[in-house]
Nanobody
Framework: QVQLVQSGGVLVQPGGSLRLSCVAS????????MAWHRQAPGKQRELVAV???????WYSPSVKGRFTISRDNAKNTLYLQMNSLKIEDTAVYYC?????WGQGTQVTVSS
């Protein structure tokens, strides 16, 4: 079955760190671009980070310098390392490859 399965949701304090994971099955994370998106309450889904097949990365200005996208080809897994988290980072985070989406991970940043 071709799918992307994400890690579970968490609550983290402002300034904290968190790593999201997205395990692919039926496809390879090493083939083609992969991305993380997020959708905050009442807002449209937005692109957060992209990693290309060559390893090049792109980040939204709102997360650049705080978030890092990476992948482990041996584990067929995509990651998003999030540091210095802010309340405004609260959202459901989705991994995406081609036309397929993960199920979403709720990240809540709150004191």
């Amino acid at each position: 079955q071709v799918q992307l399965v994400q890690s579970g949701g968490v609550l983290v304090q402002p300034g904290g760190s968190l790593r999201l994971s997205c395990v692919a099955s039926g496809m390879f994370v090493s083939v083609g671009d992969m991305a993380w998106h997020r959708q905050a309450p009442g807002k449209q889904r937005e692109l957060v980070a992209v990693i290309s097949v060559s390893g090049g990365t792109w980040y939204s200005p709102s997360v650049k310098g705080r978030f890092t996208i990476s992948r482990d080809n041996a584990k067929n897994t995509l990651y998003l390392q999030m540091n210095s988290l802010k309340i405004e980072d609260t959202a459901v985070y989705y991994c995406k490859k081609d036309s397929r989406w993960g199920q979403g991970t709720q990240v809540t940043v709150s004191s």
